[in-house]
């Protein structure tokens, strides 16, 4: 009975699994066919002769619009957008759980409740004040104005995370370090950050996936040139040309896809014990 349960159990999980990762095997397979083996054979079918100029033609050649230069141009500016952006959001959100959890002040938990709410607000709420502002500072339609959007719509998650994991670390940590003689910045510099790698590694992954994968502010504050990986992978997929090329789009979006991917199979594990240690200690 106890092989039959297992069995059981992970029959449904190889199920699950190949269902879930049916997309993907088409995405990558059709990638690599050409156009006369798409238009005749099945969808789920192997390619007859593999090749690589469906990515080779979306990263470099394909047209997003009027434009023709593929991919390249949209994905470097995700990632210039993407590094100081989670870099940025992540370090103030330390810095802010650490005080907020153990420096604590008068009204300091009044402040963190009301930045709660930007953890749960519509980000289409902040859409005209924030062009506003950016407008205002002269960051309108570029690079360093997405990094700027990205970090303030981060700070609450990241403040969120860093905060719950710190209320579990010892106070006495703190004072012991207090009575040593160490300040603010060197409590938080040698002893707390760490103790935070757990969570330190939940952050990253977080913010890097939300801020690669947005569309809504890319789409909205970006300009000709600092357009984000998203939305350039949009506007390939809707150019219309004499024929549609599947194994282009899906090469573009494998593409798009690529850095997050590599993201969680490199550092998956770690993101799962980060939460584990999270939910223990907050």
Known sequence: MHHFHRFVIWSSLLLFAAVFLAPMYVMIVTSLKDMEQIRAGG??????????????????????????????????????????????????????????????????????????????????????????????????????GLVLVHVLAGIPSTTLFFRNYYVGLPDELIKAAMLDGAGFWRILWRIVLPLSTPILVVTLIWQFTAIWNDFLYGVVFSGADSKPVTVGLNNLANTSSVVKEYNVDMAAALIAALPTLLVYILAGKYFVRGLTAGAVKG
């Open 43 to 144: 969808l789920l079918d192997w390619p007859v002769r593999p090749s690589l100029e469906a990515w080779s033609k979306a990263w470099s050649s394909a047209c997003t619009g009027t434009e023709c230069h593929g991919l390249q141009p949209f994905f470097l500016n995700s990632v210039w957008m993407v590094v100081p952006a989670v870099a940025i959001s992540t370090v103030l959100g330390a810095v802010n759980g650490y005080v907020l959890s153990k420096w604590r002040f008068r009204g300091s938990e009044l402040m963190f409740a009301l930045m709660l709410f930007g953890v749960f607000m519509p980000m289409q709420v902040v859409l005209l004040p924030m062009s506003q502002v950016l407008g205002w500072l002269g960051l309108s339609s570029s690079v360093g």
